[in-house]
């Protein structure tokens, strides 16, 4: 857990989290809301790199509200490698019919319109990588959960963590030491961060990493 936060989430934020579509556990949740509101007093923008339908973004951007900062949200709005058709993660109500194609942007709206924090997210729809090469503020927080291949993982890693100020938290989800439990990629970035002597364990929950930019 991240040290001397005692935030609370709020009721209103609490139900809207659960009920937007997403994966995210209830425990994780409140260690990620922990760890923005914490990271939130640096002033700086809270960033996430893997929208979905905004279930996290929830948690971020109330965070954000509370500090009058800005939520910064990145996604392609695809869906990831293992939402598409034929995989575990499908959802075939989030196929755009006109195109075929996965299309989470829509729901990710409501989302944010039904929690009331529309005015507090800015949503950049698009590739990571591209973002990131135009990207030019520091940032309170970098929350990773984007594409879990090697190839996305490291791109995200790369792309947001050199903005990312000191004092700040880099939070990675999906971290699974064990293959057995899940894909590595998550993990890989983690232990690149813990090795880099950049940053510091802040806490962890679950598969989710807190780590301090020193």
């Given at each position: 857990m991240v040290a001397h936060q005692t935030a609370e989430i709020e009721d209103d934020i609490r139900r809207a989290f659960l009920a937007a579509p997403g994966f995210m556990p209830v425990e994780e949740g409140e260690?990620?809301?922990?760890?923005?509101?914490?990271?939130a007093r640096l002033g700086l923008p809270l960033l996430e790199v893997g929208t979905y339908c905004g279930r996290s973004t929830i948690l971020l951007a109330a965070a954000a509200r509370a500090a009058g900062v800005l939520c910064v949200t990145v996604d392609h709005h695809r869906g990831s490698e293992e939402q598409q058709p034929g995989w575990e993660y499908h959802d075939p109500s989030l196929v755009d019919p006109d195109v075929g194609l996965m299309d989470t942007l829509p729901a990710f709206r409501r989302t944010l319109h039904h929690a009331g924090l529309e005015d507090h997210v800015l949503a950049?729809?698009?590739?990571?990588?591209?973002?990131?090469?135009?990207?030019?503020?520091?940032?309170?927080?970098?929350?990773?959960?984007?594409?879990?291949t090697d190839e996305h993982a490291a791109a995200d890693y790369e792309g947001w963590t050199p903005h990312l100020a000191p004092g700040g938290l880099l939070v990675i989800h999906d971290v699974f030491p064990d293959p057995a439990d899940g894909g590595q990629a998550p993990y890989r970035i983690w232990l690149r961060a813990v090795e880099s002597g950049r940053f510091e364990e802040a806490g962890r929950e679950g598969s989710l990493r807190i780590l301090r930019r020193v």
């Open positions: 260690a990620l809301h922990r760890a923005a509101v914490d990271a950049l729809v698009g590739r990571s990588p591209q973002a990131a090469a135009l990207w030019g503020a520091p940032l309170g927080l970098v929350f990773v959960d984007g594409g879990h």
